[in-house]
C-alpha cells in the first residue's frame, strides 16, 4: 500500500504546551534514548526519505518489580506536560509499567511550531510518531527485562492518531526495514488506546491487524468530532480491525490537559474526512478529487480546516483515566 506520509490532514492537532507547573517530571525516572527514524515523503515511492534519530525514553516501573504489561506514552502537537507524567504514575501505581516518549526533542523540538507543513517537513507528524512507539516497543521486547511482557500504546490527539496509524501493515514494513528489527521478532502491540484523536484519513485499499484498539472522543470536541472517530471505528472494524468506540459526554479537544477548557484559535481538521484512490485523494464532505501529491494535499486541507475550538479539561484533568486503564487491565493483564 502506498501510503502518505508527514502529510495527512490529521497532523495539525494542537495539545497544551508544557510550561510553568504543567511540565513532563521526569523526576525519579530512568530515561533512554532509543533507535527509531524520522521520515518524509510517501511510502514506496522516490520522494521517501528516512533518517536515524534517538528518541528520549523515561521510564515508570512497577514497585513490586512485575512485568507483565508496558504501556508506551505518545503525546499530542503540544509535546509533553505533566499529564503524560501522570499517566505513567497511574498506571505504575495500576500494575502498568510505561515509557514516555518524546518524538518532538527526537527531532530536534519541543512541540509543534504552529505550521502543521514544518512539523511533517521535520517528521513531527502521526505516522512519524507510529513508527516511533512500534520501533521501540519492538527494541524493548528484545530485552530480557521486557521479553515476556504485553506491551499497549497510549496516545493523545495526535499521538492518539497514531494508536489508529500503528495498526496499519506498512508501519510494520517501514520499521523493519528502516529501523532494523530483526526477522522473526515480534513488532506488534498487544493493545492500543487513542485519547481524542483525528479520525479523517482512509485509504480505499488498506487494511488493519486484529489488534484491540480503544478509540475515546469528548461529546463536545469540535477539532476531533465524535462522529467521525465513530465512522471510522466502523472503516476499520470491516477491513480486519478490532476496534471499539466510547464518547464521554459533554467532553472537548484535550480534555485531560493540565489546562482548563479555554477557546483557541488553532486550526482543526475535523471536516476534512478524505479517502485515499490511488492518484487521487477524494474529500468525502464533498466528493471533490485532489492529486495525491503534497500540493494536491495543500490544497485539499485550504478548503477542509476550519479554525478555533474549546480545548482542556471541564475541572477535572484526570477525566477519562477509568476507561483506558479499565480497556489496558482487560488486554495486558
Known amino acids: 500500500m502506498t501510503a502518505a506520509l508527514c502529510a495527512s490532514a ?21 530515561s533512554d534514548k532509543i533507535a527509531s527514524q524520522s521520515c518524509t515523503g510517501f511510502y514506496k515511492t522516490p520522494s521517501f526519505k528516512c533518517e536515524a534519530i534517538k528518541v528520549p525514553a523515561y521510564f515508570a516501573r512497577v514497585k513490586e518489580g512485575d512485568r507483565r504489561a508496558l504501556v508506551v506514552i505518545l503525546p499530542g502537537a503540544g509535546g509533553l506536560d505533566k499529564r503524560h507524567s501522570d499517566y505513567a504514575n497511574f498506571l505504575a501505581s495500576n500494575g502498568i509499567n510505561a515509557v514516555v516518549l518524546d518524538p518532538w526533542r527526537a527531532r530536534g523540538m519541543q512541540h509543534g511550531n504552529g505550521d502543521p507543513t514544518v512539523d ?20 524493548l521486547r528484545l530485552l530480557p527485562e521486557w521479553k515476556d511482557t504485553k506491551i499497549g500504546f497510549l496516545g493523545e490527539s495526535r499521538g492518539g492518531t497514531s494508536a489508529m496509524i500503528v495498526l496499519r501493515p506498512f508501519i ?15 513488532t506488534n502491540f498487544d493493545a492500543s488506546v487513542g485519547l481524542y484523536p ?9 487494511g488493519f491487524k486484529k489488534v484491540p484498539v480503544l478509540i475515546v ?7 476531533a468530532p465524535p462522529d467521525v472517530c465513530e465512522r471510522q471505528v466502523a472503516w476499520m472494524n470491516k477491513r480486519g480491525g478490532n476496534a471499539t468506540f466510547k464518547v464521554l459526554p459533554d467532553e472537548y479537544h484535550d480534555w485531560d490537559a493540565p489546562t482548563k477548557a479555554v477557546m483557541t ?18 474529500l468525502l464532505q464533498t ?19 476550519t479554525r478555533g475550538y474549546m480545548m482542556g479539561h471541564r475541572g477535572n ?6 476507561v483506558w486503564l479499565d480497556f489496558f487491565k482487560q488486554k495486558l493483564l
Do not use: W
Open 198 to 206: 483525528a479520525c479523517v484519513d482512509r485509504n480505499a485499499m488498506e
Open 120 to 139: 511533517r517537513n521535520k517528521g513531527g507528524d502521526d505516522t512519524n510518531f507510529a513508527i516511533d512507539g512500534m520501533g521501540v516497543q519492538a527494541q
Open 172 to 186: 510494520e514494513a517501514i520499521v523493519r526495514d528502516y529501523v532494523g528489527i530483526p526477522a522473526g521478532a515480534e
Open 217 to 223: 472522543s469528548g461529546g463536545a470536541d469540535a477539532a
Open 287 to 305: 466528493q471533490k478529487e485532489f492529486p495525491t501529491t503534497p500540493e494536491g494535499i495543500k490544497a485539499m486541507n485550504a478548503e477542509c480546516r
Open 265 to 282: 484559535d488553532y486550526v482543526s481538521s475535523g471536516k476534512c474526512e478524505n479517502m485515499f484512490q490511488g492518484d487521487k485523494i477524494v
Open 10 to 30: 490529521s497532523a495539525q492537532l494542537f495539545g497544551s504546551f508544557g510550561f510553568g507547573a504543567n511540565v513532563f517530571d521526569t523526576k525519579g525516572r530512568d
Open 317 to 322: 484533568p484526570h477525566t477519562g483515566y477509568d
